[in-house]
C-alpha cells in the first residue's frame, strides 16, 4: 500500500461549487500533514497545515482523522483561480523524516 | 532570502551525458530533500539531508543517481550516465520544522 493516496481526479466544478477532496496516509506514526497547491509548470507551495482539531483559511477547511488516518479538503465558493493540484502531505515526526507527497487531485474549475 | 535556488532551471542533454543539478537552500533549514516529478509517477522523494547528512536515500533510482551536500549552503543532485526515462522535473526544498519550500525547479529532457 502506497504511503499517501488521492484521488487524482479530475474534479470539473463550476464556479461557486463546494468541492471536497480526501487522502488516506498508510502510516499511523504520521504527526504533521499538510496540503499544498501546485499551479501548471510551478513548484507546490503550502497551502494549509491540517490540525487534529480542524482548521480554517477563509474558503478552505481541513480536517484529519485519525482514528481513520485519512485527511480532507474542503473548497467552498470555487473560483477560477482554484484550479490547480492539491497535493496532500504527511510528515513522521521522528527526528531526521522527511515530507511524503500524495500525487495530488487536479481541479478544475469552470465559469 | 531568495528562497530556494536552483540551477538550471532547462537543461537538455544527450543519452549517456552526465547532468549535474544544483541547489541552494533557505539559509537556517537544516533539512533539504530533492523530489522528481512525472506525470505517471507524481512527486517522488528521491533523497534527503538532515545538517548535510544524508538520511534516506532509498528513492534514488539506481546507481546513476548520486547527490551529495558539502555545506549547509549547497547540494548536487548528479546522473551519470543520464538516460531518457530520467526526463522530468527534479525539485529541491528545504525545511527547518515543518513546511518545506520548492525551489522552481530543473526541468531535465534526455534525448
Known amino acids: 500500500r502506497k504511503e499517501v493516496e488521492q484521488d487524482p481526479g479530475p474534479f470539473n466544478v463550476p464556479e461557486g461549487a463546494t468541492v471536497a477532496f480526501n487522502c488516506t496516509y498508510s502510516n499511523s506514526a504520521s504527526q504533521s500533514f499538510f496540503w499544498y497547491r501546485q499551479d501548471c509548470r510551478k513548484e507546490p507551495k503550502l497551502l494549509m497545515s491540517v490540525y487534529s482539531s480542524g482548521n480554517e483559511d477563509g474558503r478552505f477547511t481541513a480536517q484529519l482523522n485519525r482514528a481513520s488516518q485519512y485527511i480532507s479538503l474542503l473548497i467552498r465558493d470555487s473560483k477560477l483561480s482554484d484550479s490547480a493540484t492539491y497535493l496532500c502531505?504527511?510528515?513522521?515526526?521522528?527526528?531526521?523524516?522527511?515530507?511524503?507527497f500524495g500525487k495530488g487531485t487536479t481541479l478544475s474549475v469552470s465559469s | 532570502d531568495a528562497g530556494v535556488i536552483q540551477s538550471p532551471r532547462h537543461e537538455v542533454t544527450e543519452m549517456g551525458q552526465e547532468v549535474t543539478l544544483r541547489c541552494k537552500p533557505i539559509?537556517?533549514?537544516?533539512?533539504l530533500f530533492w523530489y522528481r516529478q512525472t506525470m505517471m509517477r507524481g512527486l517522488e522523494l528521491l533523497i534527503y539531508f538532515n545538517n548535510n547528512v544524508p538520511i534516506d536515500d532509498s528513492g534514488m533510482p539506481e546507481d546513476r543517481f548520486s547527490a551529495k551536500m558539502p555545506n549547509a549552503s549547497f547540494s548536487t543532485l548528479k546522473i551519470q550516465p543520464s538516460e531518457p526515462r530520467d526526463s522530468a522535473v527534479y525539485f529541491c526544498?528545504?525545511?527547518?520544522?515543518?513546511?518545506?519550500?520548492f525551489g522552481q525547479g530543473t526541468r531535465l529532457t534526455v534525448v
Open positions: 539559509s537556517g533549514h537544516d533539512y
Open positions: 526544498a528545504s525545511s527547518s520544522v515543518n513546511e518545506a519550500f
Open positions: 502531505v504527511v510528515r513522521f515526526n521522528q527526528a531526521g523524516t522527511a515530507l511524503i
